[in-house]
Antibody, heavy 126, light 107 residues
C-alpha cells in the first residue's frame, strides 16, 4: 500500500541542525511532488516547502529561506528535509505529504495532499 | 501569498447536529481548495478536494461547496468520530497555505 515512513523523534539544541527523512513506498516515487508541513504544539499547519523528486527542484517558504533544504534519493525513494540554525520556535511535528492531482475535462490540474507521513517530532531545547 | 481565513476557530456541537465551517481566500482561487480533518496526535487526512469532490472512503455526510474566494465544509448529522480539527488549504499557487483551523468539540 502507499505509505510514507518518517524518521524518529529528535531533540536538538538551539543552533543545531536536524535532518528528517521520509521514505515512500507503494507508488512511483518520481511521479509525485512531496511537501513538508509542520505544526507547532497547539497550532495550525504551516507549509515549509516542496520538492520534485524527479528532477530535485525545490521551492521553500520565504520565512525559512536560507535555513531549510530539501533533497531526495531516488535509489531509496526517500526525501529529506534539513533545517539549520534551530531555535525554540522550530519545535514542532514535521510531516511529509505526497501531492496528487486531478485533471479536469478542460485539462486543468487540481492538486491535493492525499498521503501523509505520521510525523516526526522535533524538540529544540537547551 | 494567498491568505486563507477560516471561521469559526472553534465550535461546540452535539451528535446529530449539522455543522458548517467557512473558509475565505484573499484572492480568487477558483476551485483549488481542499479540506483536511486532523485528530489529536495524528496526521491530517484529506476529506475533500477541488472544493467539492469527496475523497473515496469519506462518509457522504461530509460535503464541500464554493468557488472563487468563499468556501464551505458541511458535516450533516455529526458523528462521535467527527470531533476533530478541520483545515482548508489552497492549491492554486505556491506557497500552499492553510486556514488556521476549526476545532469541532462536543457540546
Amino acid at each position: 500500500q502507499v505509505q510514507l515512513v518518517q524518521s524518529g523523534a529528535e531533540v536538538k539544541k538551539p543552533g543545531a541542525s536536524v535532518k528528517v527523512s521520509c521514505k515512500a513506498s507503494g507508488y512511483t516515487f518520481t511521479s509525485y511532488y512531496m511537501h513538508w508541513v509542520r505544526q507547532a504544539p497547539g497550532q495550525g499547519l504551516e507549509w515549509m516547502g516542496v520538492i520534485n523528486p524527479s528532477g530535485g527542484s525545490t521551492s521553500y517558504a520565504q520565512k525559512l529561506q536560507g535555513r531549510v533544504s530539501m533533497t531526495r534519493d531516488t535509489s531509496t525513494s526517500t526525501v529529506y528535509m534539513e533545517l539549520s540554525s534551530l531555535r525554540s520556535e522550530d519545535t514542532a511535528v514535521y510531516y511529509c505529504a505526497r501531492e496528487s492531482f486531478f485533471t479536469s475535462p478542460i485539462q486543468l490540474n487540481y492538486y491535493y495532499m492525499d498521503v501523509w507521513g505520521k510525523g516526526t517530532t522535533v524538540t529544540v531545547s537547551s | 501569498d494567498i491568505q486563507m481565513t477560516q471561521s469559526p476557530s472553534s465550535l461546540s456541537a452535539s451528535v446529530g447536529d449539522r455543522v458548517t465551517i467557512t473558509c475565505r481566500a484573499s484572492q480568487s482561487i477558483s476551485s483549488h481548495l481542499n479540506w483536511y480533518q486532523q485528530k489529536p496526535g495524528k496526521a491530517p487526512n484529506l476529506l475533500i478536494y477541488t472544493a467539492s469532490s469527496l475523497r473515496s472512503g469519506v462518509p457522504s455526510r461530509f460535503s464541500g461547496s464554493g468557488s472563487g474566494t468563499d468556501f464551505t465544509l458541511t458535516i450533516n448529522s455529526l458523528q462521535p468520530e467527527d470531533f476533530a480539527a478541520y483545515f482548508c488549504q489552497q492549491s492554486y499557487s505556491t506557497p500552499r497555505t492553510f486556514g488556521q483551523g476549526t476545532k469541532v468539540q462536543i457540546k
